[in-house]
T-cell receptor, first 113, second 113 residues
Framework: EAGVAQSPRYKIIEKRQSVAFWCNPI?????LYWYQQILGQGPKLLIQ????????DSQLPKDRFSAERLKGVDSTLKIQPAKLEDSAVYLC???????????FGQGTRLTVV | DAKTTQPNSMESNEEEPVHLPCNHS???????IHWYRQLPSQGPEYVIH???SNVNNRMASLAIAEDRKSSTLILHRATLRDAAVYYC??????????????FGTGTKLQVIP
């Protein structure tokens, strides 16, 4: 079974630039999560989708972050404009509707300079 | 969300058992106890979960206190590959399927050869 795919693995940008991350969840998984993990901390949930609808985006900084999951399959997370404090690993995870286990991708490491 | 408390770090000798504690004194009757671990430079991976009874799988055992206010993840023979951050998480399946997977700071396990 293919896992959660994320790209790119690494990205370095200057502050005030824009960046986008892509996630392809495991086939058939209705729930998709984006997390931000700052060095030394646990992952923080940014947004949760159920199919193509948002069910929780309470911790997403909406003035600069946006996410979409068109057609309920793959998803894109965008930051515009980036700040130094956005340097982190961005993790995508997916889970089947009736399952208990969330499956994580390897993440995208973003460095903002 | 009910909170969990874990030690920041622990050490174990290789091939010895490891007991990783988690306190969750405000756990509700419908919260399941989940454990995930995160190897270096990887996304988190599911380890085990349980409700009231002790649970065993190929990776670990989960011992749950009778009052459910604490639990212990047991690795029977630690290997170098078990060096990771271990997260104890509470999840309520009655939350309509829109379950958050909320991480704390976890316990960093160091395995000494």
């Amino acid at each position: 079974e293919a896992g959660v795919a994320q790209s790119p693995r690494y990205k370095i940008i200057e502050k005030r630039q824009s960046v986008a991350f892509w996630c392809n969840p495991i086939s058939g998984h209705a729930t998709l999560y984006w997390y931000q993990q700052i060095l030394g901390q646990g992952p923080k949930l940014l947004i949760q989708f159920q199919n193509n609808g948002v069910v929780d985006d309470s911790q997403l900084p909406k003035d600069r972050f946006s996410a979409e999951r068109l057609k309920g399959v793959d998803s894109t997370l965008k930051i515009q404009p980036a700040k130094l404090e956005d340097s982190a690993v961005y993790l995508c995870a997916s889970r089947p509707l009736s399952g208990t286990e969330a499956f994580f991708g390897q993440g995208t490491r973003l460095t903002v300079v | 969300d009910a909170k969990t408390t874990q030690p920041n770090s622990m050490e174990s000798n290789e091939e010895e058992p490891v007991h990783l504690p988690c306190n969750h004194s405000t756990i509700s009757g419908t919260d399941y106890i989940h454990w995930y671990r995160q190897l270096p430079s990887q996304g988190p991976e599911y380890v085990i979960h349980g409700l009231t009874s002790n649970v065993n799988n190929r990776m670990a055992s989960l011992a749950i206190a009778e009052d459910r206010k604490s639990s212990t993840l047991i690795l029977h023979r630690a290997t170098l590959r078990d060096a990771a951050v271990y997260y104890c998480i509470l999840r309520d399946p009655l939350a309509g399927g829109y379950q958050k997977v909320t991480f704390g700071t976890g316990t960093k396990l160091q395995v000494i050869p």
